[in-house]
């Protein structure tokens, strides 16, 4: 209740409100899909390698960060909040 199914991101987009910020919410196949699209990243970075097969699509040079901030879980994992913008010629 209260959300919308879609069978693509293309047809997700359509169901959006005009002017409205659009969230993506992955995985992989749909982060890098909707990459080309996107103005704004706001990504996790846990200092941590986890073994799997899904990753987050590379970003090329065309983003820059804007905004960090770096915690500590409750068990000593650190971990940054990082917001990237794309470069605009």
Not at 21 to 44: F, K, M, N, S
Not at 63 to 70: C, G, L, M
Request: glycine share 8%; aromatic share 6%; charged share 20%.
């Amino acid at each position: 209740e209260g959300a919308t199914r879609a069978a693509s991101l293309q047809d997700a987009l359509q169901h959006a409100p005009a002017g409205q910020t659009v969230w993506v919410i992955g995985g992989a196949q749909v982060y890098a899909e909707a990459q080309p699209l996107a103005d704004r990243i706001e990504l996790t970075e846990i200092a941590q390698d986890f073994e799997g097969d899904a990753h987050a699509p590379v970003l090329d040079a065309g983003w820059h960060e804007t905004a960090r901030s770096t915690h500590t879980s409750t068990n000593g994992l650190p971990f940054s909040f990082v917001t990237l913008e794309r470069l605009r010629a």
